[in-house]
């Protein structure tokens, strides 16, 4: 069957919420600003900011790497559901790192942390992710559903919009598929594990899937598949009842990075100042703004 087509819509000005920019604006106010609202600023040059906040990090560019080669994988088996053929596997993973090296700047070598890591440096972490999900019964479950020719979609295009009672949200599904009455969406972690945050991820995706699938919350299974150290799962079928309690949550989130709007319904921020830096020098370290802010060890 071909993929599942997914709903589409009109533009509309106003603040989406995803777990991630929540995350960001409960962590610090600043780099709220400078991922969001860069344009806004008055104090650094917009190329200069533009170049940050498209660093990213070995690990990230592990996890990138993982994603692409697992989408790739799944779309294989859509036409055959043949053992790989490690020979030609390898190579494979290595030119994806390659290719994705290539385009990426990293953070850990911007701040001089380092130099800039060999393709082979990743593929040990890479490989080791990917080794797991294929030892692991949900490959051989993903290998089976795909072989009977299922509605699907596989790292579906765009960013997840949805609307969650009227909201705006974002929510970006890695593989999604209908399986015995059943709307199962299986999201990878190839870093470490966060329970708590990632059972709420998985809340996000069923309101994604609820409005754009126009299923029952009780016909959706999320599962989050941890790829290291060994292989794990978190599997979360949402209630009605925790669906509505997400959308209070989510309003309430939305009132809070509102609040730092001069105008809401435009999505217009107040001035930088008004987004204080954080005062926590852990969270400066993996921060790839941390130039603007003068917090560069």
């Not at 906040?53 to 036409?79: F, K, P």
């Not at 599904?173 to 972690?189: A, R």
């Not at 107040?270 to 993996?286: E, I």
Request: net charge negative.
């Amino acid at each position: 069957m071909p993929e599942i087509p997914l709903r589409s819509y009109d533009y509309a000005p106003q603040l989406g919420w995803s777990s991630t920019r929540w995350e960001t604006f409960r962590t610090c106010r600043r780099r709220y600003f400078y991922q969001y609202y860069a344009r806004y600023d008055r104090e650094f040059e917009q190329g200069r900011i533009q170049r940050l906040r498209q660093l990213s990090s070995i690990l990230m560019t592990v996890g990138t790497v993982v994603h692409e080669v697992l989408a790739a994988l799944l779309r294989r088996l859509l036409r055959t559901g043949a053992e790989i053929d490690t020979q030609r596997f390898w190579p494979f993973v290595e030119r994806t790192i390659t290719r994705e090296l290539a385009k990426t700047s990293l953070m850990e070598v911007h701040y001089g942390q380092r130099l800039a890591p060999e393709p082979l440096e990743l593929m040990g972490p890479a490989w080791a992710c990917l080794e797991t999900f294929l030892a692991s019964d949900r490959y051989g479950w993903v290998r089976d559903q795909l072989g009977s020719d299922p509605r699907y979609l596989i790292e579906p295009p765009g960013y997840g919009e949805a609307r969650l009672q009227g909201m705006k949200i974002y929510a970006k599904v890695d593989v999604l598929l209908e399986s015995g009455g059943h709307t199962v969406i299986l999201d990878w972690k190839s870093g470490r594990r966060d329970i708590e945050k990632h059972t709420r991820q998985l809340l996000g995706y069923a309101a994604w899937a609820q409005d754009n699938m126009q299923v029952p919350a009780e016909q959706i299974r999320c599962v989050v598949a941890y790829l290291q150290p060994e292989y794990e799962e978190i599997e979360k079928q949402p209630t009605k009842a925790e669906l509505e309690g997400l959308a209070l949550e989510v309003a309430a989130e939305i009132a809070q990075m509102q609040s730092l709007c001069q105008d809401p319904q435009r999505n217009i921020p107040l001035a930088k100042d008004a987004f204080p830096l954080t005062d926590n020098l852990g969270y400066c370290r993996h921060c790839a703004f941390r130039e603007l802010c003068d917090r560069v060890d």
